[in-house]
């Protein structure tokens, strides 16, 4: 479970007595496996295998021998891997004795140093704070006024990172009688620790310098030379003295690794620069290995670029934000590309901590073509590619101050070998148009996903004719010991024939649900005992039950044994969540979500939780939500439930509040996801369960396989950082794999190790959908056959070589152009010249009007649709739409679609959400006929109405034809999903409308706020500019609250 770079530190380990340091990592891991199933059961009442009794015994030996090396040879080369053993050790016996919470009673003795406290200080020591930070996480902050107990408390806050609170402690004081000597001199070794604590906590938050050494000092004091007959004997305060030592290690290792010491960039005023590492200090003191490396290259400073691939929670945060400060405090902007709405409300919050200038509650505004959000830009600006080429197209000159653009989950970009997806697509010509726009700009793209790194940073380095570093250490502060749901072999095929049996007498059609209760059968665990998987050592795996009780399996309509895999991965995490173990669970749809939570609650023992205080700070938040949905009932937030669950139907409010029900550490400890949550969503999870390998679309209704990067991706959630140092990810495959011999691996998971887990989380090579688009334009000989994804760019580039963003400019900017120069492919510019020929053969300049061409040039949408909708505009009289409302807006441009199957395809350009349409008026997603939706399309009017009219989710659920459930799933595609999608189709009425004006020298400032702001007053539900305005100012307020505020 280890990562090459923390293997290769655990076998510089000294060699204890005979003990084997090369397969050390692997014996480790198998500790903890061990540990993960004895975890909840080994409570006194249960004998300790011998085995495991070995295994402590040579836990201890580690532990007790590299600690003591440790302290004694601090100049030894290999000290830092001495100590991460020894703290490993540590760590897995603290384990074994199930000592998750700890009391008062394990302090600091004369005599004696508790384990934790060692394993702490000595995981700080071997460069591994996330594991420190986890252990401190277990422990209870002693209640006790001692200076004992303040020291105590003093190291396990230092390990949190929390050292305003170390500062704050005011040591005890008290006086002594004359018999009391022994105990003064003991306190007052402890006080000298407690104090030198305290400095070094001052110096790591910049407030001061190291001006007395109180380690040093102790270590002298306690130890005294005593004579005794005729011999000279040590008399030691043996805990004091053990515990300087230690401390007196740490202090110059984490002293040279604090964040405070990083170097101001150039360009930056020195003091503003400290200030704001002080800020950062207060929650993330310390640089990690990789950061420091990172910072040491010089690429804060201006002119720098960067391609960070780091795994999964190895800290890319941390390097992201000290770019965007050193950008800020050269007085230059900063763009924050994100993939998801969900993850750009995480990073403004985050963001907000540091740069408090900023706005973290702010309107969700997507690729709709709007007034509203346009009229600058601000120093941080986060959002989806999606806005921002919105922004590009309308506005491009808002950009002219962007220093920094970062690139946050940049593998978005990466282009599939089986069909051009307009997504990547156009986040990659998102990069290229801000290439062409602010060349000066320096770019930072983050992943944890690119395998391709070094390749990328030379790409951007070319373009930009400045320096980009490559930062792709695979080390990560966190591991996940990585598992598969195995049966035994025997046991599937004796179901088998209890099938064939019954089925052989059985006359009805489907399966009898008698014989489905038969099939059961006991789950194995197979683990890996490598992070990433080498088939040249096959036999690192290990085998183990988790539990004794068997698990339903399922039987399909064709009487074949199926995984029943949401019901296995329920009984799993079960298993995990009444052990206390925080848990997410990733199951492929928003149904199997919503049932499978439902599951594992029925699984779990009511808990007492006092949840008053969370109901008492997020009451608003609450009482909005009813407002919004109509009741309660209705919402998949429910603080009365131990599961919560987080997907796409989620409104924003309840996906912050079952967020914040996980991570509070008295809050619920299971989650069921599908992977909305796997992109970039940072939440305090140490066990992953993967349940199948497959992804459902959500307005599709249609399914595919997992890539390897996503499994990875979704399986790198288990372990945060400061919360849980090491974490299990376990996939439930969608086909069983058996095995017949615990030694011997299966086949079948041989072939998904290879697949998936013999790759490391960087596995994913980014390829550009340039090139895809070039070859389908190029290769085609009829363009009317072309797909609207590639029409949709095509009819978005100039030809014009004048224009900084013409074919070519972008184009030979294009990483398929850097890859093709590389190669010496000279196709590539032929491709890019037939490009232009075609192009320029569609002919907008000639056939239509200079504002059609303009709308055309900026949505993508077919000139001939975009001239149809200038003729029926101008056909209605200027007053008139001057005075239209929202509503009627809406009417007219449903009307305006109405039979017109063309312009339905180009307004509603992906089949997402012409699936949105179908739903919402009734039709099969599946089956639906883009004629039905053509011919009843202006049905949706009154369910847009009652949306802009502040119905709440429960009266618009009912105005939509089918079934309904009781989250209102109805309403919630209709609000979530079509909403957004119609307002860019009715922002590009508007867009029109306003190129029209301009081309009659119309004084802009008198076009009416409906018509400049339609797009957006549509998104929102709001229907006047009061409204739109009092939600900007209110950004928190739901939908409904604020209509009924303006109905007082």
Known sequence: MYNTITEEIIRRAPRIDGSETENLPQYLTKIYARIVSLRRRLNGSRKISAKLKRDIVELRKLANNLESLTVLNKTNSNHVSAAFVAGTAHNLLQLIRDEKYFVSEHGLEVQNVPSWISSILLFLIGESPADAAEIAGRINASPEETVQSQLSNAIRLLAKGQLGPIRAIEPVSRDYTADETETEAEDYLWLQLLLGLQQMASVLLGMAGLKQTYFKNVIDLALLDVPYNEIMIKSCYSGPYHLALLLDILQDRLLSRGVINVIPPLGTDPQEWISFLQRLAGSRPYLWENHFDAVSTGFLDQGNSAVLTFPTGAGKTTIAELKIASAVMTGRSVLYLVPTHALEDQINRDLKTLFDYMDADLLEIGGEFSDFGNQGLETINVMTPERCLTLLAMSPENFVDIGLIVFDEFHLVNGRMDRLDKRSLDAMYCLLRLFAEVPQADYLLISAMVENGEEIASWISQVTGRNCEAFNSNWKPTRQLQGCVIYPKNEIDKLKNIISEVRKKHTGKTVPAALKKQIIATPYQIYSLRNKWDPNRPNDFFVRRLFNNKLNLEVSPYWKITSNRNLVAAQLAAFFVRSGIKTLVFVNNPIAAKSTARTLNGFLEERDVNLEYFREQNARRMTSLEMELGNLKYSFFNPD?????????????????????????????????????????????????????????????????????????????????????????????????????????????????????????????????????????????NMDLLSQNVNSLLLRLHSDETEKTSIKAIFNSSFAAFKAAQTGDDLFSNKINELIRRRDNLGTDFLYEKSVEIVSLKTGIDPKVIEQLSISLSEMDLETLFEFSVSEWIAWFFNWLQGDEARILEMFSSPASRAQLARALGLSVTSYKLKDIADNISAVVPIFDAFIDGENYETINSLIPGKSDEYLTKARHFILRLVPQTSFAIGVVSLMLKEELAMLDYDVNNIPYVIKNLATMLREGLDTEEKLQYKMNRRASLRVQIHRRFEI
């Open 641 to 781: 439930f131990q599961v919560a669950v987080h997907h796409g139907l989620l409104l924003p409010m309840e996906r912050q509040l079952n967020e914040s029900l996980f991570k509070d550490k008295e809050g619920i400890h299971a989650i069921i996801a599908t992977a909305t949550l796997a992109q970039g969503i940072n939440l305090p999870a140490e066990v992953v369960i993967i349940a199948g390998d497959d992804r459902f679309d959500e307005d599709t209704e249609g399914s595919e396989k997992l890539l390897a990067h996503e499994i990875l991706n979704a399986a790198g959630r288990a372990g945060r950082a400061g919360t849980a140092a090491q974490g299990i990810a376990l996939l439930v495959p969608g086909q069983i794999i058996t095995f017949e011999d615990k030694s011997l691996a299966p086949s079948d998971w041989m072939a998904l190790q290879e697949r998936v887990f013999a790759k490391s989380d960087q596995c994913l090579t980014i390829n550009d959908p340039i090139t895809k688009f070039l070859d389908e334009v190029t290769g085609n000989d």
